[in-house]
């Protein structure tokens, strides 16, 4: 009846598990369709997006083109601004000799008036001088002509005459070599002046020239500027379907993750339903050996762990891991002897292997009275379990030992790592973290499953 019983319970797990897996793998279905459909309308996108982009591509090109001129030309009004500026600079520095040579002339021309008024008063003083010097001679003659025998004229007097003379002559050349030094300095500085000019004339259609390239080049520059603000008036449209194309491509890749997150955790319910499977197979497979072993010999008491319970659930964690998985899943029995024999029925009806923890063969250490008191709020973990009958008491001792259940992480720490001990301490906390006597740290179990709950 048994038999029929187990049997019974294998069917109907199957058939709830094969309801399971089929729902799973419908809604699998359902979202690889949703999945497939919404790639499909993606490819759609990238089509339609493809030519928007070349088009982009090309419209931000031109622009570039267009940057690139309007940079250049812009380059080249800056350099002829520049040749414009040196220029009106040399322009003024011309048009400020000239000033300086004007005004020289000026002056010089002042001096040559005066030099020339200096030269006419000589002159007439000379002319006056030499009709003086006439007229003396013409009375000299009448003189001689009237008086024959009159003394000559003295030769102070004809001394005199002789250096007056030679003064007035002098000072005649005198007045006229300044007078041609200076035309030849007017004359200098007429053809300085005209030189001067042509340069002048020389930079000034320079100048003009380079206005009008200038103007020219302004006019291309606006030219430039407006298409390329026709440009970017042309652009916005675009980028703004490219825009609207880019938040439903990102609409997209979004739901694909959801429908991709969606479907990793369906996976993640076919896989944890087979490991459910699985593991019931395996319970079973482990119940039933448990049951032919009871059957079939005396003195098997059963799997440890339902042979005591803790006085407070909030143990059942620490307890569960200061005992660990594989002496959680033992059988205590009677003897040494039972459990021989019990190892050799289960491989003789290859049945899974059991652990076994004879009464008789055990030698679990004694209590450690002092670890009681090693901190107010620590306990043994021996002190937390009650045992249904004293004879299990041997058992619990030889699989927890002294451990001692701390509440936290730090006092365990502290207590069993960072204080200097005369012994070393085997430690488990409240959340199931386990330090060894060699110091090292095992993760605590964030929950205990079913089949091996404490108070089963």
Same mark, same amino acid.
């Given at each position: ?330 059988? %205590? ?21 059991? %652990? ?47 451990? %001692? ?52």
């Amino acid at each position: 009846q048994f038999d029929k019983l187990v049997k019974e319970h294998t069917e109907k797990q199957v058939e709830y598990v094969l309801w399971r897996l089929y729902h799973i793998e419908a809604k699998i279905m359902e979202y690889k369709d949703i999945v497939n459909q919404n790639n499909r309308q993606l490819g759609k996108l990238g089509k339609s997006i493809g030519p928007l982009k070349r088009e982009n591509a090309a419209l931000r090109a031109s622009l570039a083109g267009k940057r690139a001129i309007y940079t250049s030309e812009k380059k080249k009004v800056l350099i002829l601004e520049s040749k414009l500026n040196d220029l009106t600079a040399k322009m003024q520095h011309l048009q400020n000799r000239i000033e300086r040579t004007l005004a020289k002339e000026q002056q010089l021309n002042q001096e040559t008036t005066q030099r020339k008024e200096k030269i006419n008063n000589v002159n007439k003083d000379i002319e006056k001088v030499q009709r003086d010097l006439a007229q003396l001679v013409e009375e000299e003659e009448q003189q001689q002509n009237q008086m024959t025998d009159e003394s000559k004229l003295k030769q102070a007097d004809l001394e005199e005459y002789q250096q007056l003379k030679r003064q007035a002559g002098l000072a005649a050349f005198t007045q006229q070599s300044t007078i041609e030094a200076l035309k030849g300095r007017l004359e200098t500085m007429a053809a300085e002046k005209r030189t001067i000019q042509d340069r002048l004339d020389m930079a000034a259609g320079e100048q003009k020239e380079i206005a009008g390239k200038i103007k020219v080049k302004k006019s291309q520059i606006e030219d430039v500027e407006h298409r390329l603000v026709e440009t970017k008036h042309a652009l916005e449209p675009i980028n703004e379907k490219y825009k609207a194309l880019d938040r439903k491509k990102s609409e997209l890749i979004s739901s694909k993750a959801d429908d991709e997150v969606k479907l990793e955790k369906i996976r993640d319910s076919i896989q944890r339903a087979r490991f459910e499977e699985d593991e019931e197979s395996s319970q079973q497979a482990y119940n039933t050996a448990l049951e032919n072993i009871k059957r079939n010999f005396n003195g098997v008491y059963g799997k440890l762990t339902s042979l005591f319970k803790t006085n407070d659930e909030k143990y059942n964690v620490a307890v569960q891991v200061a005992i660990g998985n594989k002496n959680a899943y033992a059988i %205590v029995v009677d003897t040494t002897e039972t459990a021989f024999e019990a190892i050799q029925y289960l491989k003789d009806q290859r049945l899974p292997e059991l %652990v076994f923890i004879p009464l008789d063969g055990i030698r679990p250490k004694k209590i450690n009275e002092s670890l009681r008191t090693i901190s107010e709020s620590a306990r043994l973990v021996y002190d937390v379990i009650s045992v249904q009958d004293p004879i299990f008491d041997k058992a619990i001792r030889f699989v927890v030992g002294n451990t %001692v259940l701390f509440p936290t992480l730090d006092e365990a720490t502290e207590i069993c790592l960072e204080r200097q001990m005369e012994y070393k301490i085997r430690a488990v906390t409240l959340d199931g973290t386990l330090i060894n006597k060699n110091g090292s740290l095992v993760a605590g179990l964030k929950e205990v499953q079913d089949s091996l709950a404490v108070n089963s």
